[in-house]
Every structure is written in structure tokens, then in C-alpha cells.
């Protein structure tokens, strides 16, 4: 058998794995279940991979390969704990790092605003780095923003107000305030472009995630940055993880100068 990667979201105390197991070890899938069972005794369920990500909630499909039907676990990151169901919401437990980046950027009293913000990892773990600062969170899943409320809670944070609702709507009542948009919405975040400038103060700072090929993302950024018009901005790449062959995740962190 040959399962060389397979995802791990959740705690010491209950965890569930996620596999992809290709058409020729279909047969073997339940072996190769048991196997990451016994290796890892956190597991309680494995999950095998049926789907990409999909529709607005970009959640994939899973089938239970074996163990538990309860597929909720409690996820610790960057001394956090976020309580969520990957059958029901976004989370991927590889961008920590890149949460992590973000968050040792943000300083005192800022004000942020997370576009897409899932169960909210990114608001609790800047605002447990920076508990001045005011977080608003906007997330349209209704099963996640149940889980973001949970999860603020148990986190003992109270500068995060999570919104429910199409960030295109709930946005608009916060334009000019901001000193910082999150935009984790990697296909269609130049989409709400307009929208983060809008909702930024004179000098802000947007973090945009975008999925490009490696030899076109510099070409793409410049094509991203030209649609700003009335401000100088400053921007920098940041590759934040591979996506597929030759094509990464990216965040174009960008700076309005004026
Ligand atoms: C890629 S996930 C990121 C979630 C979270 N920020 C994280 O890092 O775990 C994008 C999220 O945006 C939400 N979403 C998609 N379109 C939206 C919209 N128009 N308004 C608000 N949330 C939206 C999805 O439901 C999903 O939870």
C-alpha cells in the first residue's frame, strides 16, 4: 500500500484523517484506514477525499472510510482551539503558517476586517496576538459562522464580531474603516477588490489570495494591482503553499500608500 500524505485536523484527544486513495487501491481502502488508525491513536475516523472543493462554501466531499460518524473535532493552532466539522465548513490545517504571518503584522488598536472568515482562525489568532485591535468577521456558511461564534467563545476573545452574510452586502456599512483586509477567498478574491479598497482607510493594507501558475503570478499581480485606480500602493508576493503542478497559492500583500 502506498499512502505517502494524509491531512490530520483535530487534538491529541480526537483527530480525523483525510485520505486520497486512487482508483487502484480502492480495494484496500479499509486496510489502509486501519493502518493510520493504529499508527496514530488520535484517529478516530478516516475520511477519504471524494471531491475538490466546491461551491461558494468551497467545501469538499468526503466519504467514512471507518471509525466514528461524529466527524466534529476541536483543531489546536498557534495556541488556539477551533471546534468544526470538515464535512460542514472550509478549514485546511496547512495554512497555519501563513495565519500565523499575517497575524505577527497586525499592531496595536488596528482595525480588520476579515472578508470569507470561516470558523475564524484568522480573527482569533490576531486577535489573541493583538487583543486592542477590533476584528469584524464576515462568512456567508451558516454552519461555520455557528462554529466562528463557538470558537470565540472558546477562545476567550472579545474583539471579534462575527457577521453572517455575503460580504458584498455586509460590507457595506463599513467603508473607510479599516486598516486591514484578509481576503482568504483564493478563487475569486480579486473579485472583491473594489470593494476591500473601499472599505479601507487612507493607508491600509490588504492581504489577497490568489491561485496562479509560477511563471505567470508576477504578470498577474501587476495585472491585479493596475485595476486600483486613485492610490499609489506598494505590493509584495508571498508564496503560501503549493496548489497543484507548477501553480501555487500566493498572497499579494498590498499597501496603500495615499
Ligand atoms: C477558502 S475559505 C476560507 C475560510 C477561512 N478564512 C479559513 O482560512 O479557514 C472561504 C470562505 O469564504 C466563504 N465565502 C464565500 N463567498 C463568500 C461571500 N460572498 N461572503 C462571505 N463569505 C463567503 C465560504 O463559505 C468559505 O467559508
Redesign the pocket.
Known sequence: MNISSFEIIGSREKAIAIVEIPDELKKKQKEIAQEIIKKHKNVKTVLKKTSE?IG???IKKYRIILGDKNTEVIHKESGCRFKLDPRK????PR?GTE?LRIANQVKKNEKIL?????????AIIISKKQPSSEIIA????PK?VKYMKENIKLNKTNNIIPIK????E?AKKYFSYFDRV?M???H?AKK?LNLAIKCLNKKGTIHLYTIEREDKIEQKAKKIISKIKNHKVKYKIKKVLPYSPRTNKYCIDIKLLM
Open positions: 472543493r461558494i462554501y468551497r465548513v472550509y478549514f485546511s495554512e495565519r476579515v472578508m470569507f472568515a470561516g470558523v475564524g482562525p484568522f464576515i462568512e456567508i456558511n461555520a452574510g455575503d460580504v458584498r455586509k484578509i482568504p477567498l483564493p475569486d472583491f
